[in-house]
């Protein structure tokens, strides 16, 4: 009898205990967002989960201060100043970017900690800021990960490369085939190519001609000679 009210009582402070827990700033809510500012650029840097691994945040702190003022000199110097990184605990993509705001996966960080270039893939995007049909859907993420593999701090380690041209595949299959494809445009037919489309899609200026005015061929013809190339190597 004893025993059990010294139980019933040990729960009940078990319980209290519980409530306050819950209720307490420091437990299930968020951690507080970090902002961070640096030669002119500031990042609003909020990881949702309090344990998420404190180096790794510097790293992805780290990738952005590198290349996000070199992609706006670069590329687009109209480019916001501010941005904000979320390591998300709940979105089971990757990640992605929209307005100012990059959404990383906390699930994907933990499955691919290397892979802290994805910061320069979507910082990039902000950097592109294309009005809505601005062009090929494909050419903004190929844009992406060709300057991921031009300015990336830690492809290699991330085992991130641009894979080998394959039979099956095509320059609207996007992301890193599109890139390798740009890549090989910048190196054989006209240096500067990406950069004239990143400007135009970013003017709505755009249009299926520009392959040609650019490099004095189709983008059709451009790929048959892309896969020329490919199979004499
Ligand atoms: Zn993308």
Known sequence: MLNFSILKAA???FAVALLLAASSPFSASAQEPQTITKKGYTLHFHAQNPTFDAKQQQRLQDVFFTNYPKLVKDFNKESLKEVTITIDTAYDGVAYAHNGQIVISQAWMEKMPEDIDVVTHEVMHIVQAYPSNSGPGWLVEGIADYVRYKYGVNNKAGNWNLPELKPDHHYKNSYRISARFLDWIETNKKKGTVKALDVAMRNK??????????TGSDLDTLWAAYVAANNKA
């Open 11 to 13: 729960f009940k402070a």
């Open 205 to 214: 200026t755009y249009t299926p001609e520009i392959w040609t005015s650019l």
